[in-house]
């Protein structure tokens, strides 16, 4: 492989991160090229020390997810992350796939249920008094108020499950990725 | 299998190895990666994705030093944290691997 394939598979495989960072990285690589050049190594050798690009692009991919899912705790960086890790091949997808899939639908389920709750008990606060005759209306609006509070308590709790368990998975994630995943590629006879 | 434990053990002293060289004095990217790579076999490449999280996590940081000839070398050097993390490894290296040579001193 020479400088410039090597460079441009580079590039291609950090498509996505933003401009600044693939300048910098590709910058990085150019540097060690020259100083190589100066050592007097050819590119082709200098190329097949480096690695294979595409895994290199793929490990600086990653961590830059498991960054931004450190740095902002939302779904989509959330999601980001959980993909780089999947897309490293650092966790068994096969049987990761069932457990996350379900627990996430369960956490989906449960923040369904409470905007539902929210939902019902802003109505029921709100038109119950007009809706339903011969009730005390103070009664209809405490119950209403109630509802809205277990709906907005279960929404917070499905919220803190839904950052714990990706947290949990990018950390294990992490971990394959630094220990355990070298060794499976030696095995491979791809290190 | 004894190659695999060899890229695994590699692996997971990699960043402690480039704390090592950090503490001895500032290096760049190059030299870093051949000098490490001429000591434990490792693939040149993959020092620069370690050096971009150990940069993030504030272990190390970088400055630019003017060049006589072509653009400015960028230049790595350890923080304070990461000089506090590198004692902290090598002293839990240093007890994990004699334990370990006793073991396998002993089974001989």
Known sequence: MTRHQFLDRLRLGLRGLPPAAVAEIIGDYETHFDDAHAAGRDEASVAAALGDPDRLARELRAEAGLKRWEAERNPSAAANAIFAILGLGAIDVLILLPIVLSIFGTLFGFACAAVVMFAVGAVMMVLGPVIVQGAPIAALILAGLGLVALGTAFGSLTAIGGVVFTSILVWYGRLHVRVLKPALDAQGGMA | ?108
């Open chain 2, 1 to 108: 299998m004894v190659e695999a434990i060899q890229v695994q053990l590699k692996k997971g002293v990699l960043e402690m190895c480039v704390l090592a060289l950090l503490s001895r004095g500032d290096a760049y990217g190059y030299d870093i990666a051949s000098r490490l790579a001429a000591g434990i076999e490792m693939g040149e490449g993959t020092i620069y994705p370690l050096m971009r999280r150990l940069q993030a996590d504030g272990l190390v940081e970088t400055y630019l030093v003017e060049s006589a000839s072509g653009p400015s070398r960028k230049y790595y050097r350890l923080t304070g944290i990461g000089r506090s993390r590198f004692e902290a490894q090598k002293t839990e290296w240093t007890a994990f691997s004699s334990a370990v040579d006793a073991i396998i001193g002993g089974v001989q």
